[in-house]
């Protein structure tokens, strides 16, 4: 909460406009998501009621020109914003550079204050670096919980098994995902290991001082062997990865079927028994695979 409403500060300072514009890309998003959900099935209203074809196509030209309209004004927003964010962080790149001039001077020589000066740099060293990605994030968390809410409300006139099967499948598959891909977060360091081996028998290889030394002793096989040994340890270390990956998704991808094995069947029987007309089945089914992909995306 403290690192938000600094960021709040810091934005206000450096920008008036950064924070509304910010609130509006989340509106924008919400609005886009909803209209590509609702499109569709109302359009294949007017048709199964039999509406004229002029008001079906004003219809079309309605929705089709506020989705534009929404999805072209969030590409703008978001281009306007780029330039607000590097300003942002190129503000907080000068408050690094005055706290270093300002300071006292033996802690210049002090390697924690050190420490966090490079670990301050490093989260605002590029437009992907922590201090542009958070608005990036921030909009996404917005937009996906505030769209969680709504699709739990279209949904509320179906089954609660549904909607429980939905969340539960969703949040399995992340968990299960997450403690598979975490192997190689928490082993980084011994690929950094092996990558780092490579590149040193690499660079000392092609060194032009080095090239005399290695044939003048035969040391060319030696250090392709040891290339090899690095390679082989590298390639290991990728396959072990991968193969956890592919269980992730294969998992993620069985419970996808299995949630929407179970929705197909609901929402089929009740078209059957009339409870819901073909323009509410698309709607409900495509609510029921967004509600589970922002879900999913929000956890992320």
């Not at 408050?95 to 270093?100: C, E, N």
């Not at 989260?123 to 992907?128: K, Q, V, Y």
């Not at 539960?168 to 598959?173: A, W």
């Amino acid at each position: 909460l403290d690192n938000l409403k600094f960021i709040a500060k810091v934005a206000g300072n450096v920008d008036k406009e950064m924070l509304p514009t910010f609130f509006a890309i989340s509106g924008l998003m919400i609005l886009v998501s909803l209209l590509e959900i609702f499109m569709i099935p109302q359009v294949l209203k007017a048709f199964i009621s039999g509406k004229e074809l002029g008001e079906i196509i004003r219809l079309i030209l309605c929705l089709g020109g506020a989705w534009l309209l929404a999805d072209g004004g969030l590409g703008y927003l978001r281009t306007i914003f780029q330039a607000k964010k590097i300003f942002f962080r190129i503000d907080l790149l000068d408050q690094i550079l005055l706290k270093t001039l300002r300071m006292s001077y033996p802690l210049t020589f002090c390697k924690e204050a050190g420490s966090l000066k490079e670990k301050a740099i490093k989260s605002m060293s590029d437009n992907s670096s922590k201090a542009e990605m958070i608005w990036d994030y921030g909009a996404q968390i917005i937009s996906c919980a505030c769209l969680l809410g709504i699709y739990v409300l279209i949904l509320s006139s179906l089954p609660l098994l549904l909607i429980v099967l939905t969340g539960i499948t969703t949040l399995f598959s992340f968990a299960f995902g997450k403690r598979l891909r975490q192997w190689e977060y928490d082993n980084r360091e011994m690929k950094g290991k092996y990558l780092q081996q490579i590149y040193y028998l690499f660079r000392f290889s092609d060194n032009y001082q080095n090239i005399k030394d290695i044939r003048l002793f035969g040391l060319g096989q030696w250090l392709e062997d040891l290339f090899r040994s690095s390679m082989r340890l590298y390639q290991d270390f990728c396959h072990k990865a991968c193969v956890k990956a592919i269980l992730a998704d294969s998992a993620d991808v069985l419970l996808q079927l299995l949630r929407n094995g179970v929705a197909y069947y609901y929402l089929i029987s009740m078209v059957i028994h009339g409870q819901v007309d073909v323009a509410g089945f698309l709607l409900y089914f495509q609510v029921q695979g967004k509600f589970a992909a922002d879900m999913n995306q929000l956890l992320q």
